[in-house]
């Protein structure tokens, strides 16, 4: 299973949210290059990178941070945040994202987003599947819609899609530990790979994410938070080659 470390980008800053809520930002530190630097230095190898200030706007607007990351380190960064057009998937690849992750579009235009899946590859298109109460959810989180999780899984499986991005809203933010009940409903799901998200608070948690069949577990606010430390994850990293 993939480690794969949060870097959340407002004005350039490294941040976290709770619950998507913009209200709640907390600065982590003001140079997320050198947070970047600092997490490969400790076997990460897999970075989320999200532009928040792109989610909120509707299209790209930290791209230069993804370009300087993907240029000072060797991290397989998934880029995602205000992906919208044809120009915002070309300039997120340009910039150095290994793989994007789209939601949004995903449900406002569903061929656009397989139209971008089959001109990329499916390997290099994550679906975000972010939910609350089951509900897909939208725009950064600001907007909720009324489609089941597993039914927009299940129907974007049949396209195609392989990779799924899953965080559970309610639970991202708050270190209470992930939506496993939700994981293993849509590891039912054929062929489909997970990459678990919010709420992952200790190694417990990832231990727990790698036996129920996650391909993936982002860590965010526990690596801030010190609940996870760093020399924990060189050994999560380790653990999981």
């Known amino acids: 299973m993939r480690i794969i470390a949060a870097i959340d980008i407002i004005s350039g800053e490294c941040v976290r949210l709770i619950q998507g809520d913009y209200d709640k930002k907390k600065v982590y530190d003001r140079d997320p290059i050198k947070v970047a630097k600092q997490l490969e230095d400790h076997g990460i190898k897999y970075l989320h990178l999200v532009d928040l200030d792109g989610a909120r706007t509707k299209k790209i607007v930290n791209y230069s941070v993804l370009e ?33 992750t789209c939601g949004t579009v995903a449900v406002t235009d569903p061929p656009l987003y397989l139209e971008w899946m089959r001109a990329w590859g499916p390997e290099k298109i994550i679906l975000s599947a972010d939910f609350r109460n089951r509900n897909i959810a939208t725009v950064g989180w600001a907007e909720k819609s009324n489609i089941d999780i597993i039914t927009f899984l299940k129907r974007y499986r049949a396209e195609g899609v392989i990779y799924t991005v899953c965080t559970d809203i309610e639970k991202d933010g ?30 417990d948690d990832i231990d727990k994410l790698k036996e129920t069949g996650c391909d993936g577990a982002i860590i965010g606010r526990a690596i801030y938070e010190g609940k996870i430390t760093l020399k924990e994850l060189s050994e999560l990293c380790l653990r999981n080659e």
């Open 68 to 100: 300087t990351i993907a240029e000072s380190t060797s991290l397989r960064i998934d880029f995602s945040g205000g992906i919208r057009s044809d120009d915002d998937i070309k300039r997120a690849f340009d910039s150095g994202a290994s793989q994007v």
């Open 174 to 203: 708050m270190l209470k530990g992930p939506s496993l009940d939700i994981y293993r409903e849509v590891l039912t799901i054929t062929g489909l790979k997970l990459i678990a998200s919010g709420g992952i608070t200790t190694t």
